[in-house]
């Protein structure tokens, strides 16, 4: 069964640096997201993406954050410059364009910021 | 705005007892998808059903029911004879259907979780 994964699993980074996760979704999914969660909270929807475009993106999602889909296959979130409370798992998903619109939400990757 | 509400935050219950997990949602929309999650202790996110706001009908999968009511819009989920495997964060969720818009979004707006603890 096609899913979503998610490099790397775990990542820590010292604040101010750079990250960059990396989500592979369904290969025929045209619908991408990224969601946070912070340890013991709600998870939280930060952007979505569509035909190469955000299509929308929370107050969560601000300056530091960007998406790209580089090559038709990767999408990555990229933190620019991390503060402690960027601490948190973040979960990819994709959906296709059927009208199931459920999302296939990846196995998350867990960012310590120190 | 949408919103989801689960008010129970943490259950306990014994092996073989049924428990009945609340959300309660709020929306304009007339269309709308709605969504139950599980999360494990190791941390990913498993979904267990969708509903649309179109069928009000109750399922059953297994031990697991969910009755939907849109008149007092609640989307309640029952795990019955529950078992220690059922120990989880259980998410609601809540989709708009964005119709002719250029760029459609189906965000989920999730709930703050119930914590269930099945004890042996």
């Known amino acids: 069964e096609p899913e979503v994964t998610q490099t790397p699993s775990h990542q820590v980074t010292q604040m101010g640096q750079e990250v960059i996760l990396r989500c592979v979704p369904i290969s025929n999914h045209l619908y991408f997201y990224w969601y946070r969660q912070i340890l013991g909270q709600k998870v939280e929807f930060l952007v979505s993406f569509y035909n190469n475009e955000i299509s929308e993106k929370s107050e969560i999602f601000d300056d530091q954050f960007s998406v790209e889909r580089p090559d038709g296959s990767n999408f990555t979130l990229k933190i620019r410059s991390t503060k402690l409370e960027d601490s948190a798992m973040y979960f990819c998903?994709?959906?296709?364009?059927?009208?199931?619109?459920?999302?296939?939400f990846g196995p998350g990757t867990r960012l310590t910021v120190t | 705005a949408q919103k989801v509400t689960q008010a129970q935050t943490e259950i306990s219950v014994v092996e073989k007892e049924d428990v009945t997990l609340d959300c309660v949602y709020e929306t304009r929309d007339t269309t709308y998808y709605l969504f139950w999650y599980k999360q494990p202790p190791s941390g990913e996110l498993v979904f267990l059903i969708r509903?649309?706001?179109?069928?009000?009908q109750n399922e059953i999968s297994g031990r697991y029911s969910w009755n939907f009511q849109k008149s007092t819009s609640s989307f309640n989920f029952t795990i019955t004879a529950s078992q220690v495997v059922d120990s989880a964060v259980y998410f609601c969720a809540l989709s708009e259907v964005m119709i002719m818009v250029v760029r459609p979004t189906n965000k989920l707006i999730f709930g703050t979780g119930t914590l269930l603890a099945v004890q042996p």
């Open positions: 998903a994709s959906s296709d364009r059927g009208e199931t619109y459920e999302q296939y």
């Open positions: 509903r649309n706001s179109f069928d009000e």
